[in-house]
């Protein structure tokens, strides 16, 4: 189209738009509208019109997801919750309140459906907000809310967390207020749903609206659950400190506090030490937050001294055993709830509880009967506190179970729930002494230990069981050299015999060449609870604290092949709304069966040719039954123990030294004024008497233990021949295998009269070597840690063993 011809196209008022006109390039004077350059540009044409597609396609991606369709679609779900909300917030209304009505008998049966318990009257009180001091009041306040008295009643991040963990299977933990608790306590149930946690969201909104502060704290008071069967701040007071609310002082305000985290962890009365440990943080804390508050004067906070609770009393139908049955079938109860819901503990206490529950145990009626019956006729019928003032404070604990099942078929708590509050079969604050030596087998048997020297540790391996023998680690004392019972020296000896007669120097050394982590490692897989435990070599002579539980799950394992077991008392448990499905007490293998059947065979020497044998293997009730078991008598004769099995029951028992006013520990030395010497109560003696009294009277036909291994006792293997390979010239610290020096004896410490033969396994006897001389005491520090390697004058004084 030339020039004219768009001037009359434009005064037409055409549409067409002129076409673009060809450039002409200087250099050939060929445009770009045809020729050569014509084709250039059909080409570009071309590649742009197939460009076309993909980025169409692109621009359709873009057009669905755009900034304004997410945030429409963001705004749009925001609209329908807060719809969702308005409507449930209009549909729940604040229910009835039912903390009474929820409250209903726990029945407890025996294993054959008879009935032990019916556990419930429920201790509970309510008083006026104006009955408690003012101070008091607070303490609850800094514990659990300190926003309480401006906030709306509902903690928001806190609930969400709480619902997005419950519906992601990470248990049900979110932040809760006050008035969310008492909700929670009064109006509705402990269930750990969604739908309950938003009932209670909502219910909570709106008492916070209807109810002012002061009721809404004296409703969470008065229904929170305190532990000790107590209900409400004034069953609390009363059970705690014997005072009425009114009388509360700040300190004590704060303790009841701080247990509403959890109450029976926090009694102090039954707390272990890390129980301890932790209410008297949560002590602190409440008190600081007080002082945050501006409710508590600094200098008056820093002048506070914690406050002990007095001794419980025994709640009414847990009489004799009961109690003790009661209360560890409820705390299994409550471990299941928390495993299975991700619950916490108070929240897990408050669901049992009171709360309509048929709990069947695994006790056996008959056994139980029959360890009641031994303990009466082997020890506590001999008691006479009149007589002798020792005799009061003899506690005995025992705990029998299937080794096949893990159920727990008879326990012993005490005399009476009623006289003694705490469970002497769940007790941890005693050592278990030398029971804890087959640990330190077991764990040199699975690991392949060897030692000193690079020979393997079997039962047949000769280690130097001198009396305070320095014991080393590659060539180094490690500053410890324990005494053995009376301080009597064996010379070279087998393990077997080492077991057999508790020979501490052995195994001393034995958990060194194995190694103590691993040690403590096997212990923790047995079944032991080692938190906080050091692995320290000071652990071989059983310085920690354990329970008879513990003790009798460790020995179940061993006589389960090394098969874990973890003794459950609980058969079935369910109430209206649920049924808890019990764990399997039988768990995986934690040590080889080889590593397990070995220590068994070795501990049946300790009952055919040591410690046990007068007790146990010379009774006449004993009708050729295989057993196998250890003694153990601790510091100071603070306790004395025999843990003890056959293929189908193992039993552990432990007698205690406690002063029964102040609860600490005492020696047993002189009980029953019927044991020659000293009167030294030791494991092998009215432990085992009971063990043999309940077992031998319960057993049925005779058994054998089915064996995977060819060492020890039960099998009869010759020993190894001991390695010489150090002269007798060289000091004390060298490798078990070794020989000692053999310094003259003084006329005070004449040397053993008997030689420290091999048990039944018929190999050589050995002449025990002599005592070195004692180190000089001033050279010591003693710190009286049990746990410190270096306190060894502490430790000479004590002279465990058995």
């Known amino acids: 189209m030339g020039r004219a011809e768009e001037r009359r196209a434009r005064q037409r008022g055409g549409r067409r738009a002129a076409p673009r006109r060809s450039t002409v390039t200087p250099a050939t004077g060929v445009g770009d509208g045809g020729g050569t350059g014509g084709a250039a540009g059909g080409r570009a044409a071309a590649r742009r019109a197939a460009a076309r597609p993909a980025k169409a396609r692109k621009s359709g991606i873009r057009r669905l997801f755009t900034w304004k369709k997410i945030l429409g679609t963001f705004l749009g779900v925001c609209l329908l919750g807060i719809g969702a909300f308005v409507v449930l917030y209009m549909l729940v209304d604040i229910p009835k309140g039912n903390a009474a009505a929820e409250r209903q008998s726990n029945v407890y049966k025996y294993s054959d459906g008879t009935i032990l318990a019916r556990d419930g009257e429920i201790n509970r009180e309510s008083v006026s907000l104006d009955k408690v001091p003012k101070d008091v009041q607070h303490t609850f306040v800094a514990a659990e809310n300190k926003s309480f008295y401006h906030d709306s009643g509902v903690d928001l991040r806190g609930t969400a967390r709480g619902l997005l963990n419950t519906l992601t299977g990470k248990g049900t933990q979110g932040g809760s207020t006050i008035t969310q608790q008492y909700v929670k306590n009064y109006y509705l149930t402990?269930?750990?749903?969604?739908?309950?946690?938003?009932?209670?969201?909502?219910i909570s909104l709106k008492v916070d609206q209807r109810e002012s502060k002061d009721e809404i704290l004296a409703g969470y008071i008065n229904t929170s659950y305190y532990g000790r069967g107590a209900y409400g701040i004034q069953a609390a007071a009363q059970a705690y400190y014997r005072v009425d609310a009114q009388h509360l002082t700040v300190e004590q305000g704060a303790y009841l506090a701080?247990?509403?985290?959890?109450?029976?962890?926090?009694?102090?009365?039954?707390?272990?030490?890390?129980?301890?440990?932790?209410?008297?943080?949560?002590?602190?804390?409440?008190?600081?937050?007080?002082?945050?508050?501006?409710?508590?004067?600094?200098?008056?906070?820093?002048?506070?001294?914690?406050?002990?609770?007095?001794?419980?009393?025994?709640?009414?139908?847990?009489?004799?055993?009961?109690?003790?049955?009661?209360?560890?079938?409820?705390?299994?109860?409550?471990?299941?709830?928390?495993?299975?819901q991700g619950i916490t503990q108070s929240q897990a206490e408050a669901a049992v509880v009171d709360r309509g529950w048929t709990i069947t145990l695994n006790i056996d009626r008959k056994k139980q009967a029959a360890l009641e019956d031994s303990v009466k006729k082997q020890l506590t019928s001999k008691l006479d506190p009149k007589k002798r003032k020792v005799d009061a404070d003899?506690?005995?604990?025992?705990?029998?179970?299937?080794?096949?099942?893990?159920?727990?078929?008879?326990?012993?708590?005490?005399?009476?729930?009623?006289?003694h509050y705490i469970s002497n079969a769940t007790r941890r604050d005693f050592q278990p002494a030398s029971t804890f030596k087959p640990v330190i087998l077991a764990a040199a048997m699975d690991e392949g230990a060897k030692t000193q020297d690079g020979l393997p540790i079997d039962a047949n391996t000769i280690y130097d069981g001198t009396s305070e023998r320095p014991v080393v680690d590659h060539g180094a004392k490690v500053g410890f050299a324990p005494p053995n019972e009376d301080d009597v020296s064996y010379g070279n000896i087998t393990v077997q015999s080492a077991m057999n007669k508790s020979v501490n120097s052995v195994f001393a050394q034995m958990g060194v060449?194995?190694?103590?982590?691993?040690?403590?490692?096997?212990?923790?897989?047995?079944?032991?609870?080692?938190?906080?435990?050091?692995?320290?070599?000071?652990?071989?002579?059983?310085s920690m604290g354990a329970s008879p539980l513990e003790m009798a799950g460790i020995y179940a394992t061993l006589d389960n092949h090394g098969k874990k077991v973890t003794p459950g008392i609980i058969a079935a448990a369910e109430n209206r709304t649920r049924k808890v499905s019990v764990t399997d007490p039988i768990g995986d293998?934690?040590?080889?069966?080889?590593?397990?059947?070995?220590?068994?065979?070795?501990?049946?020497?300790?009952?055919?040719?040591?410690?046990?044998?007068?007790?146990?293997?010379?009774?006449?009730l004993r009708d050729g039954q295989q057993v196998a078991g250890k003694t153990g008598t601790s510091d100071n004769n603070w306790s004395a123990w025999f843990t003890g099995y056959t293929p189908s029951l193992v039993t552990s028992v432990g007698l205690f030294?406690?002063?029964?006013?102040?609860?600490?520990?005492?020696?047993?030395?002189?009980?029953?004024?019927?044991?020659?010497?000293?009167g030294r109560i030791n494991g092998g003696g009215y432990p085992a008497q009971i063990w043999a009294g309940y077992t031998f009277g319960?057993?049925?036909?005779?058994?054998?233990?089915?064996?995977?291994?060819?060492?020890?006792?039960?099998?009869?293997?010759?020993?190894?021949?001991?390695?010489?390979?150090?002269?007798?010239?060289?000091?004390?610290?060298?490798?078990?295998?070794?020989?000692?020096?053999?310094?003259?004896?003084?006329?005070?410490?004449?040397?053993?009269?008997?030689?420290?033969?091999?048990?039944?396994?018929?190999?050589?006897?050995?002449?025990?070597?002599?005592?070195?001389?004692?180190?000089?005491?001033?050279?010591?520090?003693?710190?009286?840690?049990?746990?410190?390697?270096?306190?060894?004058?502490?430790?000479?004084?004590?002279?465990?063993?058995?």
């Open 190 to 202: 402990q269930d750990q749903t969604v739908t309950r946690k938003l009932k209670e969201l909502v």
């Open 657 to 678: 030294g406690e002063n029964p006013k102040t609860s600490k520990h005492t020696s047993m030395t002189g009980a029953t004024g019927l044991l020659p010497g000293s």
């Open 589 to 620: 293998q934690v040590i080889s069966r080889e590593a397990a059947d070995t220590v068994t065979s070795v501990l049946t020497g300790v009952v055919d040719d040591g410690t046990a044998r007068t007790s146990v293997a010379d009774n006449p």
């Open 394 to 419: 003899v506690q005995a604990g025992a705990v029998s179970v299937d080794p096949k099942t893990g159920r727990i078929v008879a326990l012993y708590g005490g005399q009476d729930y009623f006289k």
């Open 698 to 802: 319960v057993m049925g036909d005779t058994s054998k233990f089915d064996l995977d291994t060819t060492q020890g006792a039960a099998k009869q293997m010759p020993s190894r021949t001991p390695s010489m390979t150090q002269s007798p010239s060289h000091s004390p610290s060298m490798s078990p295998s070794h020989s000692p020096t053999q310094p003259s004896h003084s006329a005070s410490q004449p040397p053993p009269s008997h030689s420290a033969t091999q048990s039944p396994s018929h190999s050589p006897s050995m002449s025990p070597s002599h005592s070195p001389t004692a180190p000089d005491p001033s050279t010591s520090t003693s710190t009286d840690n049990p746990l410190d390697p270096n306190d060894q004058q502490h430790l000479h004084d004590r002279m465990p063993g058995q």
């Open 258 to 340: 701080a247990l509403l985290q959890a109450p029976s962890q926090y009694d102090w009365a039954v707390a272990g030490p890390n129980g301890k440990r932790l209410v008297q943080a949560r002590w602190n804390y409440v008190l600081d937050n007080m002082v945050k508050q501006h409710w508590l004067d600094a200098g008056k906070r820093q002048a506070m001294k914690f406050p002990v609770p007095k001794e419980p009393k025994g709640a009414p139908g847990r009489e004799g055993q009961k109690g003790y049955l009661i209360e560890l079938a409820n705390k299994q109860l409550e471990q299941q709830l928390m495993k299975e």
């Open 513 to 542: 060449d194995v190694g103590m982590e691993k040690v403590m490692a096997t212990a923790k897989k047995l079944g032991m609870d080692t938190e906080g435990m050091q692995a320290v070599p000071a652990q071989t002579l059983g």
